[in-house]
């Protein structure tokens, strides 16, 4: 007599994701070791699902304790899109608009002095073109205010507003403080309220409203050996907190590039702007035409939108939407592609810079391993 047994087999696309998973990770072994990698979280999203989470190397070089889906990085410029993403909530609200005239919120004239009759708008600023650099620095706003700073020229560059693109980390630090004037709510407590807690994610810019315990420590390069950035790179500036001035202290908190999160949850993030604004379980943060404005370049060569950019750098000719992070040490990416539903998340700690073109990163070389090992056919 035969026996039949019925045994639940993965299925053929769980055989290949890990066989693809495999050969990414033996891949990375000789590239991390080549870049002397401290410690990495990447994360893939395949079918608006968190397909792949690993982790490589330590979260602290002293203590040895492991990367694991709970640790925390400060993802750098990756934070800009959470400002952003805050200020579309406002613009569906008709509190402002993307053309609004920023000097209206700064309190002096915010216009380069080369183009005194050209507006310098909200969307200007959210997609860097708004003639601003950072020469003069971007840790306050007296570099920008011709009464507290008689070199505020030097912040503005030789073409007209709206017509040239230069990133710039005071245009985001300038946006930061204007959402506290606008809505009356601490910069910090705004992307917690309307951002991070309806998409049930634990993170955010104030480094005393979070368990630093899972803070991935940073670590950079200075040439000869690896420096922990920590001190610097989780400074909770409680002196410039207890006397905080709204709209004015906001950059503490660093809108430019302050925001603490997980990989994993950076990846959940990024599903609800792969998405158009929705989460897969319908959490609605901005609307569809929102979150495609964020995505359309307002720049030709560089493809920069709001806080969110297209390039193929990583992906051999196939345009990918997000954005990247450097600060000290710490390098991260989110790139997702919107109509076929996959993206990537790539934070490491630490990582020595190389001369090579193909890999002179440790984002570049992660980036386009996870795309080939993932997404192309072999």
Request: charged share 20%; hydrophobic share 35%.
């Amino acid at each position: 007599m035969l026996l039949f047994v019925s045994i639940a087999m993965p299925s053929c696309s769980d055989y290949n994701l890990k066989y693809r998973a495999k050969r990414f990770e033996l891949e990375m072994v000789p590239f991390r070791k080549k870049m002397e990698n401290v410690g990495m979280s990447v994360v893939f999203v395949r079918n608006n699902e968190i397909a792949y989470v690993h982790h490589f190397g330590v979260k602290n070089v002293e203590t040895g304790e492991p990367m694991n889906d709970s640790v925390m990085f400060r993802i750098a410029s990756i934070s800009k899109s959470f400002t952003a993403t805050a200020f579309m909530q406002l613009v569906e609200q008709g509190v402002v608009s993307l053309d609004a005239d920023v000097s209206d919120w700064a309190g002096f004239p915010i216009r380069n002095p080369k183009y005194p009759d050209t507006v310098i708008t909200l969307e200007m600023l959210m997609s860097h073109t708004s003639s601003l650099n950072d020469e003069e620095g971007y840790f306050t706003l007296d570099v920008i205010n011709p009464a507290t700073n008689p070199n505020y020229a030097n912040c503005y560059n030789d073409y007209q507003p709206g017509t040239g693109y230069e990133y710039c980390n005071l245009n985001y630090n300038m946006l930061g403080s204007f959402l506290e004037k606008i809505t009356g709510e601490r910069f910090d407590q705004y992307i917690v309220h309307h951002i991070l807690n309806p998409l049930g994610l634990y993170g955010g810019y104030c480094v005393d409203s979070l368990n630093s315990s899972l803070f991935a420590s940073l670590y950079q390069w200075d040439g000869n050996h690896f420096e922990c950035m920590d001190e610097e790179a989780y400074n909770p500036r409680r002196d410039r907190l207890r006397n905080y001035k709204f709209g004015y202290d906001t950059p503490v908190f660093s809108p430019t590039g302050g925001m603490k999160l997980s990989a994993l949850d950076l990846a959940k993030y990024m599903l609800m702007h792969m998405n158009y604004g929705i989460t897969p379980d319908s959490v609605r943060i901005i609307s569809e035409q929102s979150s495609r404005s964020m995505q359309t370049p307002r720049s030709d060569d560089e493809h920069y939108g709001l806080a969110l950019w297209q390039t193929d750098l990583y992906s051999d000719g196939v345009m990918l939407t997000g954005h990247t992070g450097s600060a000290y040490g710490m390098r991260s990416a989110m790139f997702f592609h919107p109509e076929e539903k996959y993206g990537f998340v790539v934070i490491s700690n630490g990582a020595r810079d190389i001369e090579d073109e193909d890999e002179a990163n440790i984002l570049i070389g992660t980036l386009r391993r996870m795309y080939q090992c993932f997404i192309e056919e072999y």
